[in-house]
């Protein structure tokens, strides 16, 4: 018997951290709705030491490599980052032109509450929202309940995308 509740145990705890991580759409999915089936080569974009010192004043903690990937074509780049909400990381893709974000998607969402900001009414905050001198958005996202370290994490995420878009120019 107690072996039974042991067993049921378990397998209730490993449902419940399966239901948490949702991925909605693959990255090379992303890249295909972003570039109408027409994926550019991938580029990189090297984290100098410069570039990592702001890196780091917009995540909070040090960039977590020494290159990011991006794909650019037509004036346009888009990016994919992971950064953690409260306890696992969001996966999102970021789409930037003429300094401006033009699209946002969340692409694999991980933690058990704040799933929320995967919705288009959440995201279209982020549509034409630029990065200040001061490294901030030009804008206010009006976070949802329960959600505040996730919609941080998407807001840190959406800077640093316009960043290296910048920086990105640059090179």
């Known amino acids: 018997m107690q072996v039974t509740a042991v067993l049921l145990l378990v397998a209730m705890m490993v449902a419940t951290s399966a239901q948490a991580i949702e991925q909605y759409l693959k990255p090379e999915q992303f890249l295909a709705e972003v570039f109408a089936d027409n994926a550019p080569k991938q580029e990189v974009l090297w984290v100098t030491k410069d570039v ?63 799933g929320e900001v995967r919705y288009p009414a959440f995201l279209k905050q982020y549509q034409g929202a630029e990065l200040q001198i001061d490294q901030h958005l030009n804008r206010n996202i009006d976070g949802i309940s329960g959600a505040t370290l996730s919609v941080n994490a998407m807001n840190r995420m959406a800077r640093l995308a316009l960043y290296f878009d910048r920086m990105s120019r640059v090179e």
Do not use: C
């Open 52 to 114: 990592a010192k702001q890196a780091e004043k917009i995540l909070g903690h040090a960039p977590n490599q020494l290159r990011q990937r991006y794909w650019k074509s037509n004036g346009k780049t888009a990016w994919i980052f992971d950064e953690v909400g409260k306890e696992e990381p969001i996966t999102a893709g970021f789409v930037v032109s003429d300094g401006k974000i033009v699209q946002v998607r969340v692409l694999t969402y991980r933690e058990s509450r704040g």
